[in-house]
């Protein structure tokens, strides 16, 4: 899944790891697809609720619906911070994971003093910031070459690396359907702050997916054109078919 990964960790309980995490989504949810992961040591779902003995009798999933959201619960066995992931969809711009200090992930440590910032930069691998009640306390020399940083600067780290992922995904086809005369200047501008992925009408709005061995192929208008009239006119003379009811077509090619 491509999308900008970052976990907030800490040395235990107490040390503002929740707190980051609700500043960090409350600042990006306004512009952004945010989701978050919450990693908890025990089983949250209630021994002897009516969920839980759903599960218990073997199903492999159990949707909750209440009248204001619906929660999935799903059998997994060792569930790792990359499996927890793999469930998010994949338009979302930004995955705040809270816990998984063992994770491959970039890391904002939330710590509460110098010593014990300096003790967790030994133990845990990949903080790139440092921030939480350690950042209200004056500190500002960095540790380790980790520097301390309050939530808004913390935010500023974040946007330019969701920025840069974004550049990233432009297809390159120089469509100018954004407004921007190509890819290249759409990307100046998203990393300017001026725009963003949403920008690019080719990804948001295409009407063909081509995909090989997984990675997405993006086609200018007139292959696509071409491609999608020569598909429908062959799928809409075959037998059984009703185009007029059909709402999407699929071809999975195996060489």
């Keep these: 899944m491509m999308v900008v990964v970052v976990a907030i960790v800490a040395a235990g309980r107490g040390r503002g790891k929740t707190a980051l995490a609700e ?3 409350r600042h990006f949810s306004k512009t952004l697809h945010v989701w978050t992961v919450k990693h908890v040591s025990r ?3 209630i021994e002897e609720k009516d969920s839980w003995r759903h599960m218990e009798a ?3 999933g159990v949707v909750v619906a209440a009248p204001d959201r619906v929660v999935i619960l799903k059998a997994e066995s060792n569930a790792s911070p990359e499996t927890a992931v793999g469930q998010i969809p994949e338009d979302a711009d930004l995955v705040i ?3 998984f200090r063992t994770s491959g992930y ?3 440590l939330a710590a509460a003093s110098l010593e014990e910032a300096t003790t967790q930069l030994e133990r845990i691998k990949g903080i790139i910031a440092i921030s939480g009640p350690i950042a209200d306390t004056g500190a500002h020399e960095p540790v380790q070459g980790v520097p301390i940083l309050p939530v808004e ?3 500023g ?4 690396m ?3 992922d974004q550049v990233r995904k432009l297809p390159g086809i120089d469509c100018k359907k954004c407004g921007y005369p190509t890819c290249r200047s759409l990307a100046e501008a998203i990393l300017r702050g001026e725009a963003t992925l949403r920008n690019c009408k080719t990804l948001n709005v295409s009407d063909l997916l081509l995909t090989v061995d997984g990675r997405q192929v993006y086609l200018s208008e007139f292959p696509k054109s071409f491609v999608k009239n020569v598909l429908l006119g062959m799928v809409s003379s075959l037998k059984g078919v009703n185009m007029e009811k059909a709402k999407k077509i699929v071809f999975d090619i195996r060489l």
């Design 153 to 155: 600067e913390v935010a």
């Design 43 to 45: 089983s949250f779902d």
């Design 162 to 164: 969701v920025q840069e």
């Design 97 to 99: 994971v809270e816990g």
């Design 58 to 60: 073997g199903a492999e």
């Design 106 to 108: 970039p890391k904002i």
């Design 157 to 160: 780290i974040l946007a330019k």
């Design 23 to 25: 500043s960090l989504t």
